[in-house]
Structure formats: C-alpha cells, structure tokens
Nanobody, 123 residues
Framework: QVQLVESGGGLVQAGGSLRLSCAASGRTFSSYTMGWFRQAPGKEREFVAVVSLVAGSTDYADSVKGRFTASRENAKNTVYLQMSSLKPEDTAVYYC????????????????WGQGTQVTVSS
C-alpha cells in the first residue's frame, strides 16, 4: 500500500513557474514508477509526465515537453514536477500516481493516487 500526498499548487500568472511535490508513504517507494496526471474542469484526466524507478528515464505529454520536468528523490520518498512557462491551459487539478509498470502513460495502469493539488494559471 502506498499513500500519496501532493503539494505545491496555487495561483500563478502565465509565464510563471511552480514546483509540485508528491510525498509517498511506505518503504517500497523506489519500486514504483511515478506519474503525473491532470484534470481540467469538464475534461477527462490526461497524462502529463512519468519518471522511472531511479529517475533514469522520463516521458512527457507533447503539450508540456520542454516546459515541465519530472524528477524524484527516492531517499525522501518524493517525486516532483517542475513547471515553467505556464499557460492558462495548464490550469487543472494535478495528481501523482504510482504504478508497477514501466513508464506507462495510461492512467488505468496506476494503482495508487493522491488527492490532487489545484494549479491555476491566470492570463
């Protein structure tokens, strides 16, 4: 069992930056691939980023490539999402999630989810 708690969301102007954190409980954090997803009002949840077990590999949605960076610190049981050059269309609730699968972008393959943190980007 893994419990995930996101933090770091907030209100930021377009072009600004935010860093989201996701703290995980449990001693097996390093055995999970960690993903970030988001859901905007009236839209389906979408994949944002994924980082592998030891942060050796990452993958990103095309809409955030070059602007967002996912990373993790296994010693701190924490995964991060650094977001830069934010746009109003990045406004959403952001979730972190854990999976046993390698670098999957499919939300259905994630076992554990956090409660989400709101990111609002004003124009």
């Amino acid at each position: 069992q893994v419990q995930l708690v996101e933090s770091g969301g907030g209100l930021v102007q377009a072009g600004g930056s935010l860093r989201l954190s996701c703290a995980a409980s449990g001693r097996t954090f390093s055995s999970y691939t960690m993903g970030w997803f988001r859901q905007a009002p009236g839209k389906e949840r979408e994949f944002v980023a994924v980082v592998s077990l030891v942060a050796g590999s990452t993958d990103y949605a095309d809409s955030v490539k070059g602007r967002f960076t996912a990373s993790r610190e296994n010693a701190k049981n924490t995964v991060y999402l650094q977001m830069s050059s934010l746009k109003p269309e990045d406004t959403a609730v952001y979730y972190c999630a854990a999976t046993r699968n390698i670098l999957t972008t499919l939300g259905s393959e994630y076992l554990y989810w956090g409660q989400g943190t709101q990111v609002t980007v004003s124009s």
